[in-house]
């Protein structure tokens, strides 16, 4: 089993970076192999719903190729669960985050579907719930299954220094992570035993014309 670490920050080792290093600890530990992805510092494109990505490339890819959503998406694919964290910007997730992950569940959502994810999110102060249920609704739309922990996944501070004396923070970093390897091993304990994903409905899209 292997986990992607989405790191929405543009600062590699930053506060984001060391909630992520927590959950990889605990992810070490249980045998289950992970790698951190970094978004970098580089501009995002945002999604223009242009829809080649439905109409015509139908190969889980994005027509915009700037070497990282079509990247992730391709990683995405050979991983079992995901922790996408992210700093908080005006009680909201980074825009380099939202403009990367709208292209890339629209355009690859397909390879996050019925995989277990949680989200992160680190701030100085405040704005992290409101930041954890902006990423949440992206697992929701694409049913994936959602890790909880013993309180809302946040670590606090502006330094990686002062995520340290977060001791909460780190705690719940790690017990997040232990109910990610559960939920995966679950997942894949039911596929061995021939409970396959449920085969869902689609294509019935209702538009309110007023």
């Not at 543009?10 to 978004?39: H, M, P, S, W």
């Not at 992160?120 to 929701?140: E, H, M, P, Q, W």
Request: overall charge positive.
């Amino acid at each position: 089993m292997k986990v992607l670490l989405i790191n929405g920050s543009n600062r590699a080792k930053g506060c984001t970076n060391r909630a992520l290093e927590e959950v990889a600890k605990v992810l070490a530990e249980n045998g289950v192999d992970y790698e951190i992805f970094q978004v970098g510092n580089n501009p995002i494109r945002d999604c223009i719903g242009c829809l080649q990505c439905a109409t015509k490339l139908k190969n889980n890819t994005c027509v915009f190729d700037d070497d990282i959503v079509n990247a992730l998406i391709k990683k995405a694919s050979e991983c079992d669960g995901f922790v996408f964290g992210t700093p908080v910007y005006y009680a909201h997730p980074s825009g380099r985050v939202l403009s990367l992950l709208d292209r890339v569940f629209y355009a690859g959502g397909r390879v996050f579907r019925h995989k277990p994810a949680f989200a992160v999110a680190s701030a100085r102060r405040a704005g992290t719930t409101a930041s954890i249920d902006v990423l949440n609704k992206y697992f929701t739309i694409a049913q994936m299954p959602i890790a909880s922990s013993s309180y809302w996944n946040m670590v606090h501070g502006n330094q990686p220094e002062q995520v340290e004396q977060d001791l909460e923070g780190l705690q719940t970093m790690r017990n997040a992570a232990r109910n990610l390897v559960w939920l995966m091993k679950c997942i894949e304990l039911g596929k061995q035993n021939g409970i396959e994903p449920p085969k869902n409905e689609s294509g019935t899209r209702t538009n309110f014309i007023r």
